[in-house]
């Protein structure tokens, strides 16, 4: 008789992805985050939408322990972030661009990063060519464009080339140029594999990046589901809404929304 | 590379935190200042302070301690080159990438304690040779001479003890003003308090009793590491002043790391 160990198996392997379970967090009686779960499957590019002040941020810095949950937990490739060995190899981040030491250059900026993650020096350089800022490299980040300020960002968040990524409002700041940049870099990032999640509070921003959508309002899920499957589930199906409209929709109408 | 040929993550930390100290302006012009204004303020006070003792009589001024007063100037900039070193991240928000770096938040506080005290203790040490060479001769010209004065031996235990003493009293207030910033979570309010909790009770205390107790319990008592002679209104022995000093200074980096780990990072 067959042994069935494949499914066995399966079941203690941890998730690869990024997963949020049950996210509650309370700042005195406020609720910032109340039930969030949802996960961001590897080789998909995750857009967390909502309007400033929805909790996305919030979200996102629990899940790299920077803030404790009330209750719930999120789980990077099935361990919580302060359990991880070598963090920046498992999970990159940028949170916010502009919370680098102005008087650091970018390149020393990575530099004591790389450091600090047992990351290879050369990789800094590297990097730096790629996300554009080759010129600016020994200039101090206090002089950069916000938008400098976010290519440097996303180089922190590659720098242990990790297979997860959280981008809270990447494209911030960005000129038309770095838009298109950014979004060329989200798609070779999920062809990848790679489990990239991406919030902003602009659904416009997302069109032809996010393969998935999760809206927040209120610290709560409002929706969660493929782009395709809430665009065709829209009542008038005969002239296509933008992912503006069903966005709007869904923060004015807060239904739950499922693939 | 393997994980296991990576140096170990408590060195990663401090190395990491070695690239930011060198790599910012700041940082280098404090370095700066305490290598040369302790000098500086040595020698003015010196050479402004004439000798009152009758001439051949036996003096009672601890003349090696006087020329190393500078270290009032060295203490606050040490103060800030220990506050500065947590609160820029937390004023700029980048502590949050350096805790994502380092979940395990102590190694963060420890190694800016670790490059502080290091840097510290080097450039206090030279300063406070500096002052005293500076000094010694300016004091000479004050009246401070032989037979009231005999030449310090520059060899011997208690001189070696003041130089030494005086930059490791620096160092040691680099690391209490990183513990107390860590609490506090900004500069503007972590360098006055540092400089109150250490300086104000040497200078409130006006009676002996009081004088007794601030040299003997409170954060001011390190600087008796710098005395040389006995005197009346010494209080403390120096080791035990100085033991004193370390001990406010181990309890704020052990509340600040206890803290650290239990809140959340704010961001900026």
């Known amino acids: 008789m067959a042994v069935p160990t494949v499914p066995a198996m399966r079941s203690n392997l941890p998730q690869p992805g990024l997963t949020f379970e049950a996210l509650t967090k309370r700042f005195g009686t406020v609720v910032a985050l109340d039930d969030v779960t949802f996960t961001v499957p590897p080789g998909t590019v995750t857009a967390l939408v909502g309007p400033n002040g929805s909790g996305k941020t919030t979200s996102m810095r629990i899940a790299l322990g920077l803030a404790s949950p009330s209750a719930g937990r999120v789980l990077v490739a099935g361990q919580l972030y302060r359990h991880l060995d070598a963090p920046l190899t498992r999970i990159g981040s940028l949170l916010d661009a502009t919370a680098v030491n102005p008087g650091l250059t970018g390149r020393t900026h990575l530099r004591w990063l790389a450091a600090a993650g047992g990351i290879r020096a050369a990789r800094v350089d590297a990097l730096l060519e790629q996300v554009g800022l080759g010129t600016a490299a020994r200039r101090r980040v206090g002089g950069y464009s916000l938008g400098m300020k976010q290519r440097l960002g996303v180089a922190a968040a590659l720098l242990g080339d990790p297979p997860i990524l959280i981008l809270d409002e990447p494209m911030n700041g960005l000129d038309p140029e770095g838009m298109v940049w950014f979004r060329r870099l989200a798609r070779n990032l999920r062809d990848e594999g790679r489990a990239v999640l991406v919030s902003s509070h602009l659904m416009r921003e997302l069109e032809g990046i996010a393969d998935r959508v999760v809206v927040i309002h209120r610290g709560r899920i409002a929706a969660d589901a493929s782009i395709a499957s809430l665009l065709m589930g829209s009542p008038d199906a005969a002239d296509r809404p933008s992912l503006e409209d069903v966005y709007l929709r869904v923060v004015t109408s807060p239904e739950e929304v499922r693939p | 590379m393997t994980p296991n040929s990576r140096p170990h993550p408590r060195l990663r930390t401090v190395r990491a935190e070695w690239i930011k100290t060198v790599g910012s302006r700041g940082t280098l012009t404090a370095m700066g200042l305490l290598a040369t204004l302790p000098v500086g303020f040595s020698a003015l006070v010196v050479a402004n302070t004439p000798s009152t003792d009758p001439p051949g009589a036996p003096g009672d001024d601890d003349i090696v301690a006087n020329t190393l007063v500078g270290v009032l100037i060295g203490v606050v900039i040490a103060a800030v080159v220990g506050a500065t070193a947590i609160g820029n991240e937390e004023r700029s928000g980048m502590i949050s990438t350096s805790y994502t770096a380092t979940p395990r938040r102590h190694r963060v506080i420890l190694a800016k304690a670790s490059v502080a005290a290091a840097s510290t203790l080097i450039i206090g040490i030279a300063s406070s040779w500096a002052s005293y060479l500076v000094a010694r001769p300016l004091q000479r010209g004050q009246g401070y001479v032989a037979p009231s004065y005999p030449e310090p031996d520059l060899f011997s235990g208690p001189f070696l003890r003041a130089i030494v003493g005086t930059g490791l009293l620096t160092t040691l207030i680099a690391v ?42 409170t954060p001011f008592a390190g600087f008796s590491i710098q005395h040389t002679v006995q005197r009346p209104d010494y209080f403390a022995g120096p080791w035990h002043g100085f033991v004193v000093t370390a001990a406010y200074t181990t309890v704020a980096l052990v509340a600040a790391i206890s803290l650290a780990h239990r809140r959340d990072i704010r961001p900026a």
């Open chain 2, 176 to 217: 209490y003003a990183v513990g107390i910033t860590t609490i506090v979570r900004r500069t503007s309010i972590a360098i006055p308090v540092v400089v109150a909790t250490l300086l104000l009770p040497g200078l409130l205390a006006t009676s002996d009793r009081i004088q007794q107790f601030t040299q003997r319990w």
